[in-house]
């Protein structure tokens, strides 16, 4: 993406940012471009957590026991580590965080933690990229994937020459388990009752916006990056 069509930001520190979408809205392709937009790092929670298990700290025992016995990490872990890792230096001027909150509950505990563990830094941004259902559900169900190269083709938006086949390779697409319209389907439902509260809970704030995601990717970006400089100017 270039600088002409996207504008360099203004804003030095954009503090805290939330982007919330359902699978398939595009938000890993944005968080990526604040990322570069603004050189802060993107948190994931996922990241956090293997990477404390892996290094066998404290709160990475904890949570490894807890994994192994086939059960959900608690918000309270999931919390610590967290608050672990916004403390760390490259998060002082602001960052992303994906995948987290994921509840009301972990919002309520993250907003607390704003106002009062790391300076009281500002209100998050919180920005939804919103994209009709069936567009979701042909976004994900359309995927295809070339098993020797990794290609991945969208019979819907970005078929392949030949029906099935891979432009690159000739071999047969395929269809991962994951991309299976039963999974689909579950995926969005659960997305849409876990978000409809996080949503509610944010747009009390003052800062929360919703952005059409179904618009060219770099338009969405300017608006994403338009709303930050605006809410942080």
């Not at 697409?173 to 991309?179: E, P």
Request: include cysteine; aromatic fraction near 6%; glycine fraction near 8%.
């Amino acid at each position: 993406m270039s600088a002409a069509r996207v504008p360099i930001p203004a804003v030095k520190t954009p503090g805290p940012i939330i982007l919330l979408g359902p699978p398939g809205a595009g938000k890993g392709t944005q968080a990526k471009e604040i990322v570069a937009a603004y050189r802060i790092p993107q948190i994931s929670t996922g990241d956090i957590l293997r990477d404390n298990v892996a290094r066998g700290t404290e709160l990475g025992r904890q949570a490894k026991a807890v994994i192994d016995r086939g059960e959900l990490v608690s918000d309270g872990l999931v919390n610590a580590m967290v608050a672990e890792r916004l403390a760390e230096g490259d998060c002082k001027r602001g960052f992303i965080l994906d995948g987290y909150p994921r509840t009301p509950v972990q919002a309520a505990w993250l907003d607390r933690h704003f106002s009062t563990q790391i300076g009281a830094m500002a209100a998050p941004v919180v920005i939804s990229v919103v994209v009709p259902y069936n567009l979701l559900f042909r976004r994900l169900t359309g995927r295809r994937t070339c098993p020797v190269c990794g290609k991945i083709y969208n019979i819907y938006f970005e078929p392949p020459k030949a029906e099935g086949r891979c432009d690159v390779e000739g071999a047969e697409l395929v269809t991962r388990k994951d991309d299976a319209e039963n999974v689909i389907a579950e995926r969005l439902k659960s997305y849409e009752a876990q978000t409809l509260q996080l949503a509610e809970h944010y747009r009390k704030t003052g800062h929360f916006v919703e952005i059409n995601g179904d618009q060219p990717i770099d338009q969405v970006t300017r608006e994403v990056l338009a709303t930050i400089e605006r809410m942080r100017s």
